[in-house]
């Protein structure tokens, strides 16, 4: 469990770095939404953690694609892809919403974020499995512990 925490928050404070602090209209993970996965992200606005969730997903397909995973490359387009989106879309919805921003500057608030995302997913890719106990596997785990967290705060 440290592992995950010191990857995920490495994640996150670069992300802070990039796209800037929490801000008072932002709706953030809170303390009773967070699971022993998030708890590091406590605080941290959804949109942002959404962005790097769908670069995580995003670049899953690409890298098995490159491998020349074929099975994994046609599951992770069937599942992966569209988690990606929905969770892009979701957080160019949530930032658009707390900060009052059209899309474009929504969009290139968000660029850097999923790149971190899709970086730090490459990475653990290419460690190896994407077994159940792979640093990937962690973080896609985080990830859905987010949408299901963002999920029940926003209806």
Known sequence: MKRLTKFTSGALA??????????????????????????????????????????????????????????????????????????????VARIRADRQLDYDTAMSTLVPVVQLGRSKARDALSMGSTGPKSRWNYERSFCMDVADAYRSRNG
């Open 14 to 91: 670069a992300s802070m770095l990039l796209a800037g602090a929490a801000s008072a209209g932002d709706m953030t993970l809170t303390e009773q939404d967070a699971t022993p996965l998030t708890e590091a992200a406590i605080g941290q606005p959804y949109w942002m953690l959404q962005a790097q969730c769908a670069g995580l997903f995003g670049a899953t397909a690409n890298y098995r694609t490159e491998q020349s995973q074929s099975r994994g490359a046609q599951k992770a387009a069937g599942q992966d892809v569209g988690r990606g989106t929905a969770f892009l879309n979701d957080a």
